[in-house]
């Protein structure tokens, strides 16, 4: 490639700036959807029973994150107080204070 094209070359494949910081931008949706379910789960642990399943269905709107990141979420907010097993295709969900378990498919 001549020298000249080189120019050329580099601001044909060069990104035009955004402004905004590269990498993942903030899971604004996440957050949402996890707020509606720790409320959920505030009201549902009064009454002792909190399937997963019908816990993950409260998320209302078009997003819905994924098994792994309300896992994760959970186990952020509610740190050594919850516990979550898997066995196959099946989740266990148990608050250690309260004594409550529940499974899910």
Known sequence: ???????CYRNLYSRVPTG??????????????????????????????FPFEDLV?????????????IKTRLRKQYGDDVLITEYHQTSVLCFKKTGYTQNSK
């Open 57 to 69: 269905n409260q998320i209302e709107g078009e997003f819905r994150p994924n098994m792994r990141t």
């Open 20 to 49: 905004m910081k590269r990498g993942y931008r903030p899971a604004n949706n996440v957050d949402e959807a996890m707020g509606k379910l720790f409320s959920h789960l505030k009201i549902i642990l009064k009454s002792g029973k």
């Open 1 to 7: 490639m001549p020298a000249y094209h080189l120019s």
